[in-house]
């Protein structure tokens, strides 16, 4: 077992869930707190140590820190870029002061190591589109991606001038079964999926030819630990990692459900969010990461859409 104390701000969250699971069973149950300002998600029960903590108060998470020994802080807490939209000083006050104030408490409090995700979002229309490199030009077009650029370059700011051990992804768009997303542009790619099983329909709020980069949850997981254990030198960049999987379409989305549920139809209503998925690329080049940390992908839309028909059909109790 490793000897580390893990902080969770945000675990009751898509990716929260998913990785306090995961990071418990590598580090052990009592040495990874998960903490939210929600319910414990149902889930997290019985799995481990549970506590409100708010991801924007200092004071008690300084506390938390020192109490319990705390040497590594996974900040997942944030507004995503739908959500975002809607209340833009909020989302930058709540994404930008939670992080800047993580990496004042990693200095003072000397954590070995903390984990912040930034996102697609980053990139923006300006941006070439296919396979879209590490480094290219960022005018992020959301409050969501102007959020996560700038905290990019606050990390790298506090590696370079503090030595933070600060590491990070840049997450495409995240399918999963086992908890929901929130607020994200993205989040047509799981909502199908509950559709397509309880209704064997569904209206995409994106046309059927918007591309858009997309993971499944068990890479995105797995790569967020793979980077988490690589060792420093490995860490070439502390801004944030490209991080690759798939691209698809809806209509590509729909065909491999298809290959399912023959009946499954879909419609197209674009709304607000067209706007941002359409300033976002279709597809990323990840070489960095795969070359400085080792980073592969396993799943492609078919293998996804397998996982996800067979687990959600249970969840659903629809098998
Ligand atoms: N899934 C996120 C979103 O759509 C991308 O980071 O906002």
Known sequence: MKHEKILILGACGQIGVELTLALRKLYGESNVFATDIREEHELLRGTGPYSV????DGAAITEFIKKEG??????????LSATGEKNPKKAWDINMQSLLQL????VQEKLNKIYWPSSIAIFGATTPKQGTAQKT??????????????????C???NARWGVDVRSLRYPGLISWKSAPGGGTTDYAVEIYYEAL???????FLSEDTYLPMMYMDDAIRGTIELMEAPAEQIKSRMSYNFAGMSFSPKELT???KQHIPEFSISYEPDYRQQIANGWPQSIDDTAARSDWGWKHEFDI????????????VKLQLA
């Not at 705390?70 to 507004?79: E, G, I, P, S």
């Not at 078919?302 to 059909?313: R, S, Y």
């Open 53 to 56: 903590l708010d991801a924007m």
């Open 70 to 79: 705390v040497t590594q802080v996974y900040l997942l807490a944030a507004l």
């Open 103 to 106: 990496l004042d408490i990693s």
């Open 137 to 154: 030009i960022v005018e992020p077009g959301t409050v969501y991606g102007i959020s996560k650029y700038a905290g990019e370059l606050w």
């Open 156 to 158: 790298q700011y506090y």
């Open 198 to 204: 309880k209704e064997q329909k569904y209206t995409s």
């Open 255 to 257: 065909e491999a459900i």
């Open 302 to 313: 078919e293998k996804m859409t397998d996982e996800m028909l067979k687990n959600l059909a």
